[in-house]
Every structure is written in structure tokens, then in C-alpha cells.
């Protein structure tokens, strides 16, 4: 989904700051990445991945019920 066409649908809440949601996202997923490399791929990327998006979506999603409630 495109942060703005979300917003223009409705899936997201009114005011959703899109540049900042992107930089937030390209920034966390970025500095998992790092962690990820740096400690020998030790833990799970995808689900602390799938968490973040979670709470993300928690946040600006109108439903309010973000990405693990889904199917």
C-alpha cells in the first residue's frame, strides 16, 4: 500500500505525515538490517520486522488493528 493512496482511501487516519512514516520506516529497517548483520544473524529479521509494521499500523491505521490481526 502507498501511504498516500491510504490516505486518500481512508485505510489511514487523517493527517498521516507520509515523509516522516517513510523515513521512519527506511530508518528502522536500515538499523535492524545492521544489527541483524552484526550479531551473526542471530535473532529472527522478519518477525521483528512484522512486529515494527504492527505497531506502525496500529498507529495511522483507521481500523486500528495493524498487520498480525490480519489473515
Do not use: Y
Request: charged share 25%; hydrophobic share 45%; net charge negative.
Amino acid at each position: 500500500m502507498n501511504l498516500r493512496a491510504g490516505s486518500e482511501s481512508g485505510e489511514l487516519k487523517p493527517g498521516a505525515d507520509h515523509v516522516a512514516l517513510a523515513r521512519e520506516c527506511f530508518a528502522v529497517d536500515a538499523g535492524i538490517r545492521l544489527q541483524w548483520l552484526a550479531s551473526e544473524r542471530a535473532f529472527d529479521l522478519v518477525s521483528v520486522v512484522r512486529v515494527h509494521l504492527d505497531r506502525l499500523l496500529r498507529d495511522i491505521s483507521t481500523d486500528g488493528e495493524g498487520l498480525l490481526a490480519a489473515p
